[in-house]
C-alpha cells in the first residue's frame, strides 16, 4: 500500500467512528431565540448583536454565519470557548457566562435557522479551479484529503462532529485556518484540522474560502440555467 493510501484510509477511519453519533437537540429553541435576542442577564449579551437577527453574521466584521449548523457543534464550540481550547477575546467572556441549559437551548435555536445549501447532484470538479478542486479531491501530493471527504457533499457539514463550510464568510473561514496553524483554535478531534491547515498554501488558503463563501450563489445560478434550458 503507499503511503498516501495508508494516509486516506486511517481519516476515512477517524471519519466513520466520529461519525456515529446521531444529532439529537435536546435544548429548548424557543428559550434559545429568547437568550439569542435578548442575552441571558447574567453577562451573554444578545447574540444577535454580532450574528446578526437570522444568524447570518457579518462578513466584514468577522462574525460567522451560525445559523443551521447542527447543535452538538455548534454546543461544543461554545464549550470549547468557556474551556479555552479554542480562543476568542469576544466569545470567550460570554461562552463563560452560559449555564449548560443555555448553550442547550442556543444551539438547538441555531440549528433550527435555515442553512445555506442543501446536497444537489455530483459534479465533477474542474481542474482549473483550484478551490473546487481541493473541495471535491484534495491534493493528496501534500497529504491534503478532499475537505468534503468530511464536511460533506457541497461543504453542506455532516452530523455532530463536521460544520458546514459553505456559505460562511471567506475571511472567518480564514481565520479559522489560520487560528489552527497559529494554536489559538486547538480544539479538532485527533487535530484533524489542524495538520490539514499546516499543509495548506497560502494561496490554497484562498482558493478554497473564496470557493466556500461563494458556493451557495453558485449552485443557485446552476440551478436557475437548469431551469432555463
Ligand atoms: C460582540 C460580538 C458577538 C456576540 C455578542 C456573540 N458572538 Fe459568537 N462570535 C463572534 C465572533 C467574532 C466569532 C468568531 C471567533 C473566532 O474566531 O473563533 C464568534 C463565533 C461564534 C461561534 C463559533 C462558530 C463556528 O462556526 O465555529 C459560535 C457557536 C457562536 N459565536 C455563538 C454565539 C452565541 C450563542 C452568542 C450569544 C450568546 C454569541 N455567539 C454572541 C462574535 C460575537
Ligand atoms: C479528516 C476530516 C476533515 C477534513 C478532510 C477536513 N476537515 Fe475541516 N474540520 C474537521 C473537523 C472535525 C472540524 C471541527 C473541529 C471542531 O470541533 O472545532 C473542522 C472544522 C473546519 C473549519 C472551522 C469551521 C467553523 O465553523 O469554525 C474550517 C474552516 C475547516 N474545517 C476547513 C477545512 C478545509 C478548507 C478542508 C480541506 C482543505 C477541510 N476542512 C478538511 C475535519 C476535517
Redesign the pocket.
Known sequence: MTKTMRAALSLLAVTVALNTGVAVAAGDTARGEN??TQGNGAG????T???GPDGKGNAAA???D?AG?NADY?SK??HDYAEGT?K?P??QP?ATA?TEDDIQS?SAY?QSLQSPVSAVAYRAPDPANQGEWLALRGDWDNLIPACNQCHGPNGMGVGNSF?ALAGQHAS?LK??IL?WRNGT?NNDPNHLMKGIADRLSEQQISAITEYYAALPEQLAGQAEEKENR
Open positions: 437568550i439569542a451573554a449579551l444578545a447574540c448583536t454580532c450574528h468577522g462574525f460567522p451560525i449548523l455548534l464550540q461554545l479554542r476568542s469576544i466569545m460570554f452560559l442556543l441555531y460544520p472567518y481565520g479559522q487560528a483554535r
